[in-house]
């Protein structure tokens, strides 16, 4: 929902991304697959985001470094509420729309994140 909203940066991207799977860890190779963010840009943003304590790094797997979401940093819970929160407004927003043009509204899967 973030680059949605806040445009196609690599930071929005990349916390979309991780906002989607706050319980996973990733290496950078995957990252960059999985977000289409070039490697070299996440050598550059991936250690801003440890020192603000929004990332962690959890584990080494062989040389690479395994990353995710730091979700006991209240700035990041409440970055997964917000994104839950856009997410269940869109689609009430698209519920409506469908409705509008007699289509059977769709009630929202989304599940809440469980944030400690």
Known sequence: ????????????????????????????????????????????????????????????????????LHTENKLVQHILRFDFEIADIIAEEESKQDASYGHRPVKSTACKPEIA
Do not use: C, W
């Open 1 to 68: 929902m973030f680059s949605e909203i806040f445009g196609d940066s690599p930071k929005a991207k990349l916390l979309d991304f991780l906002g989607d799977h706050p319980t996973f860890d990733y290496n950078i190779s995957a990252l960059a697959e999985y977000t289409n963010i070039s490697r070299p840009t996440l050598y550059k943003i991936i250690p801003e985001l440890l020192s603000q304590k929004i990332l962690i790094e959890t584990r080494k797997v062989g040389r690479s470094k395994m990353y995710k």
